[in-house]
């Protein structure tokens, strides 16, 4: 594995740890915009180690491009991009929120959203060479 990759998948384990304190402690805003931040830098491995450099937050992007660029199905873990994507504006800012986004996270919403994430670093792990 290329040194960038291992950077950026490595810090993608590192957010992801964050993402479960801040469950931990209660912030789950924070816990979803960590959650977003881990799948995101994974996907972005992944992305490298086939000589893409994406620069974008938007994971079904990152996905559609690894999927033309691989051939490799994305339908397992789509959804779970898709639903953790919007977590990089909506749980740091209120004009996103449409509300305060430290009061509109819950510790389910927490939870799911760092499960999602860990599929995601998963199949990313699972499809790294």
Not at 22 to 27: D, K, L, R, W
Not at 79 to 90: E, F, G
């Amino acid at each position: 594995m290329r040194e960038e990759v291992y950077k950026w998948l490595q810090q993608a384990f590192d957010d992801l740890a964050t993402a479960k304190d801040m469950v931990a402690t209660g912030h789950y805003y924070a816990a979803a915009f960590w959650a977003q931040q881990s799948a995101e830098k994974a996907l972005k491995a992944l992305a490298l180690s086939l000589g893409k450099v994406l620069r974008t937050h938007d994971l079904s992007e990152i996905l559609n491009t690894i999927h033309e660029e691989s051939g490799l199905p994305i339908d397992d873990v789509k959804q779970d991009a898709n639903k953790l994507t919007i977590h990089y504006v909506v749980s740091r800012y209120p004009n996103a929120a449409n509300a305060i986004p430290s009061r509109i996270y819950s510790r389910d919403d927490a939870e799911d959203l760092v499960r999602r994430a860990e599929k995601v670093i998963q199949w990313v792990r699972q499809n790294l060479h």
